[in-house]
């Protein structure tokens, strides 16, 4: 066993190829399990394993055979409906079945319930989890205005009163993003995402149509932050666009900036804030 293995257990969207390249020239010894069509490049410096959907006990018998230790979970992976998922996969050993029936409770409660479950349970049986940020610690910010439009007081009353409702429906589990105007919720982030929160807020009818309001993102209370941090990117900022937001609020060391240039350019292209608190 090398203490330099890491296996990245890649889901969708554009944050697992950054792990990947930050995990490589840091000089892990990396095997990526690519779930769905990642396109990800096939190369010698890394061991890719393409399935098409979550394959537990496929991923178990090679971190067992493989003798790696460290994880990280990064990327979006549909949630299975229920244990008799699983049971369709291949590779399912006596030994995959022991652990999915100790852990049927790890499907019930909301995200963040879940992915604390998870690193628990890996814990529990020797595995390391190592999150996103601690390997590329540049896809956080700091405290700051990072656009050139300021943000006004009006603003500012959207956004504390945004931050005021996160902070309940973290407790809650509820989810990770509010859309404030006018000092009113227009939307809290359910089961369904993010983009779908902002693409509702686009459809609300006896809203003023003069542009105004926040959609704020941050991290729950609860929440395990090596596996579940919230990421914005340049698909929330063509959202809050269309839902015709003035400025979008994270909060500071916690949230995951894809693609941190070209949101930049989003922002200062359509006179927008982005404010770090």
Same mark, same amino acid.
């Given at each position: 066993?090398?203490?330099?293995?890491?296996?990245?257990?890649?889901?969708?969207?554009?944050?697992?190829?950054?792990?990947?390249?930050?995990?490589?020239?840091?000089?892990?010894?990396? !095997?990526?399990?690519?779930?769905?069509?990642?396109?990800?490049?096939?190369?010698?410096?890394?061991?890719?394993?393409?399935?098409?959907?979550?394959?537990?006990?496929?991923?178990?018998?090679?971190?067992?055979?493989?003798?790696?230790?460290?994880?990280?979970?990064?990327?979006?992976? /549909?949630?299975?409906?229920?244990?008799?998922?699983?049971?369709?996969?291949?590779?399912?050993?006596?030994? !995959?079945?022991?652990?999915?029936?100790?852990?049927?409770?790890?499907?019930?409660?909301?995200?963040?319930?879940?992915?604390?479950?998870?690193?628990?349970?890996?814990?529990?049986?020797?595995?390391?989890?190592?999150?996103?940020?601690?390997?590329? /610690?540049?896809? !956080?910010?700091?405290?700051?205005?990072?656009?050139?439009?300021?943000?006004?007081?009006?603003?500012?009353?959207?956004?504390?009163?945004?931050?005021?409702?996160?902070?309940?429906?973290?407790?809650?589990?509820?989810?990770?993003?509010?859309?404030?105007?006018?000092?009113?919720?227009?939307?809290?982030?359910?089961?369904?995402?993010?983009?779908?929160?902002?693409?509702?807020?686009?459809?609300?009818?006896?809203?003023?149509?003069?542009?105004?309001?926040?959609?704020?993102?941050?991290?729950?209370?609860?929440?395990?932050?090596?596996?579940?941090? /919230? !990421?914005?990117? /340049?698909?929330?900022?063509?959202?809050?666009?269309?839902?015709?937001?003035?400025?979008?609020?994270?909060?500071?060391?916690?949230?995951?900036?894809?693609?941190?240039?070209?949101?930049?350019?989003?922002?200062?292209?359509?006179?927008?804030?982005?404010?770090?608190?």
């Amino acid at each position: 066993m090398s203490e330099n293995q890491l296996a990245i257990i890649a889901g969708g969207g554009g944050l697992p190829r950054v792990i990947i390249e930050s995990a490589r020239k840091q000089g892990w010894e990396i !095997t990526v399990f690519a779930i769905g069509n990642l396109n990800i490049e096939k190369n010698q410096s890394i061991s890719l394993i393409e399935m098409n959907r979550l394959n537990i006990g496929m991923i178990f018998k090679i971190l067992k055979s493989q003798k790696i230790k460290n994880i990280c979970m990064v990327g979006y992976i /549909p949630r299975p409906n229920g244990p008799i998922d699983y049971l369709r996969f291949q590779y399912l050993n006596l030994e !995959t079945l022991i652990i999915l029936f100790k852990s049927l409770g790890i499907l019930r409660g909301g995200d963040a319930s879940l992915f604390k479950k998870i690193n628990s349970f890996l814990e529990e049986r020797g595995y390391k989890v190592i999150g996103a940020s601690e390997i590329a /610690p540049n896809i !956080t910010l700091k405290r700051g205005v990072y656009s050139t439009k300021k943000v006004s007081k009006a603003e500012f009353e959207n956004i504390k009163k945004a931050k005021q409702c996160a902070e309940i429906t973290g407790y809650l589990d509820i989810g990770q993003a509010v859309a404030v105007k006018n000092s009113r919720i227009l939307a809290i982030e359910g089961a369904e995402g993010t983009d779908a929160m902002l693409e509702r807020v686009a459809g609300l009818r006896g809203i003023s149509v003069k542009r105004g309001g926040v959609i704020l993102k941050s991290a729950q209370v609860n929440q395990d932050e090596r596996v579940d941090m /919230p !990421t914005v990117g /340049p698909n929330t900022i063509k959202n809050m666009i269309k839902a015709n937001l003035s400025g979008i609020a994270i909060t500071a060391d916690n949230v995951i900036v894809l693609d941190f240039q070209e949101v930049i350019e989003m922002i200062e292209d359509n006179n927008l804030y982005f404010i770090v608190i």
